[in-house]
């Protein structure tokens, strides 16, 4: 299954009440942490699948490929920090650990942790407070596991800094040769790791990078089709135009159309080219 790396505004500070939480496999800079509240939901990370129950928990570090399911009615506390909004945890951005989900005993400090969180940040959203309770979340988890360097376990896996440098550079010139000389692989060995293990071709998963910002564009912006195109990292008007209609069954125009953000309404549109 296609992974992708999400990006989330600068010093993000997130938590939720979620139900039925479903998420396919993806990975960010940020720390992430999932308590189960009922239910039951199927959660991966680094390379682990667990069942998780009412008051299971599972901690995700930055850059690690980690998805969710709900295999029946759930409802979980769902956090996401920053990494600069918790220094204190910098130490372990280069680490991982053989077991990131904490079950029965382990999260009863956790719970209590998680549920105050969730009350702070819907009522007062004090950002020492909310940020001092998701140092106690990851502390406490921290505590019950033991972590070594990722290169003391195996070479370190070097798909999340690929998709990392896609995701910050989509909008450049990226050619599967350039790509793989920068991490060290012929084009050959590159071509056939990214699709095993991501499940679509580079090129294929550059547009999608390229269309979601163009999504983004065409909602809330005055940039013209040409703009937005040349914006994205496309090196036409036509080659966008084409791979945004395979993508959306639609021309840019026809979405904007549809999805124009209400209040942004003065826009120059330009004629559509094949």
Known sequence: MKVSYEK?????????????????????????????????????????????????????????????????PSSVIWGIVSPECVPVFKTYFS????????????????????????EEKNSTNVNSIVLAFFQLIFGHAFEYRNFVSKAARRKE??????????????????????????????????????????????TQYIHDLRIRHART??????????????????????TFNRVFRESEKMTPIEFRKLNRVPYNTHFEEDMEQD
């Open 8 to 72: 989330y505004e600068h010093r993000a500070k997130i938590v939720q009440r979620l139900n039925n939480m479903s998420s396919p496999p993806h990975l960010h800079n940020e720390m992430e942490f999932v308590l189960c509240l009922s239910g039951e939901m199927v959660a991966t990370c680094n390379n682990i699948t667990k069942t998780m129950h009412e008051n299971d928990f599972v901690f995700v570090l930055p850059n690690t490929i980690h998805s969710y399911t709900t295999s029946k």
């Open 217 to 238: 564009l065409l909602r809330s912006s005055n940039l013209t089709a040409v703009q937005i195109a040349y914006e994205c990292g496309f090196s036409s008007q036509g």
């Open 95 to 118: 680490l991982e650990t053989e077991n990131p989900f904490l079950f029965g005993e382990e999260t009863i400090k956790i719970r209590s942790y998680c549920s105050q969180l969730l």
């Open 157 to 202: 896996d070097v798909v999340p800094k690929i998709l990392q440098y896609l995701n910050n550079n989509f909008q450049h010139k990226l050619t599967r040769n350039s790509v793989a000389h920068l991490f060290g692989y012929s084009s050959f060995h590159f071509s056939k790791l990214f699709s095993a293990r991501i499940g679509c071709t580079l």
